[in-house]
């Protein structure tokens, strides 16, 4: 049995990577399964992992949720409670990873929401690699130069950890970055000696969330087109400024959510005449009634938030598109991506290797 344990931040395509990969070595005849051992919860409401029931349904997997992720937590997951049971937690992972492993020929293994999250615990995706014997395939969405500094100093602690690494996978890469990703950081991260198994292009239909998912994260009011929760946000504009300064910002942002205060009605309607997917109010404020008819009427939702804009803005740094067993699409995409922008000879050798 080999350990495949996909790497890197939220929203930079693990997931994705690794159900794309699954679908294609189930395709070659290989039994795959799937192992997450720290699931992340937005909220207090329990509920299985949006990955781990993806992965669950669309490898047929035969284990409930708390197995195939054994472990959970959230940004204040450092409770007396969850320090008590510090002793358990190894052993519960290992149980849980050799029930998912037992008659399968591939696991893959999905890291936290960040390779250093439960660093505290030894629970971190270096760690747990080691622990797992997991080789590690590092996802890098490098979207400035910072990012690859920081994905540079990662495979360092991979290589000091004594973790194999099969190579490293760019995905999410913008049209912005592509040049400088293939001719800057593909050639630093092979200095160091790792393979590059790809450079995969974003593409919004698998990488930009949704309002529905934005919403998730808010939980605020859904106050107009509640039926188009739907659409994809590609980008957040921020309107704190003036109608004359922020007219550009809205004309070139592509399906944006504009975010601003209750009162701003003049920020909303200039929007709406332009690629808006949704609307966002803070502050509790309730908007013009005139918003909320052109918003009904151009489909684009509403919500609002009691929060101040600054802490709405932050909450949002945690939203990144899932994919849901339905969207049968976005899976086919998925799966052809791999195809095209992946060497999967690269990928083989290490499967193949006994």
Same mark, same amino acid.
């Given at each position: 049995m080999k350990a495949i344990y996909f790497s890197g931040k939220a929203g930079g395509g693990k997931t994705a990577a690794a159900l794309g990969i699954g679908l294609k070595l189930r395709d070659k005849g290989f039994k795959v399964s799937y192992f997450k051992p720290i699931g992340f919860r937005r909220g207090t409401v329990k509920k299985d992992d949006d990955d781990v029931m993806l992965m669950r349904e669309i490898l047929e997997l035969p284990f409930s949720g708390s197995v195939v992720s054994p472990v959970t937590v959230n940004a204040h997951y450092l409770t007396a409670r969850f320090m008590k049971e510090d002793k358990e937690l190894f052993p519960r992972?290992?149980?849980?990873f050799k029930e998912c492993s037992k008659g399968y020929d591939v696991v893959l293994v999905d890291g936290s929401i960040e390779p250093y999250v439960g660093h505290n615990q030894g629970l971190d995706d270096f760690n747990l690699a080691l622990l797992l014997k997991a080789a590690a395939l590092p996802i890098i969405k490098a979207d400035d130069d910072f990012d690859i500094d920081q994905n540079l100093f990662y495979l360092d602690i991979w290589t000091r950890n004594k973790v194999d690494v099969i190579g490293v996978l760019f995905n +999410? #890469?913008?049209q912005a970055q592509w040049n400088k990703c293939?001719?800057?950081?593909?050639?630093?991260?092979e200095e160091k000696d790792y +393979? #590059?198994?790809g450079i995969i292009p974003r593409q919004v239909e698998i990488s930009a969330p949704t309002v529905a998912e934005f919403h998730d994260v808010l939980n605020g009011e859904i106050l107009a087109a509640p039926d188009h929760m739907n659409r994809l946000v590609e980008e957040v504009v921020v309107g704190t400024m003036t109608i004359e300064s922020a007219l550009g910002y809205l004309r070139r942002a592509p399906n944006k959510a504009?975010?601003?205060g209750g009162d701003r009605a003049d920020m909303a309607l200039t929007a709406l005449e332009t690629s808006t997917s949704v609307i966002i109010f803070t502050g509790g404020l309730y908007p013009d009634v005139r918003v909320l008819s052109q918003a009904e009427e151009r489909n684009v939702p509403v919500i609002l938030v009691h929060e101040d804009t600054y802490t709405t803005v932050e909450n949002l740094q945690s939203v990144y598109r899932s994919i849901h067993p339905q969207n049968q699409d976005a899976i086919n995409l998925v799966k052809t991506t791999i195809d095209k922008y992946v060497d999967w000879d690269k990928l083989m050798s290490y499967i193949?290797?006994?």
């Open positions: 992972i290992e149980k849980a +999410n #890469v913008t293939n001719s800057i950081y593909k050639p630093l991260v +393979n #590059v198994l504009l975010i601003t193949d290797n006994k």
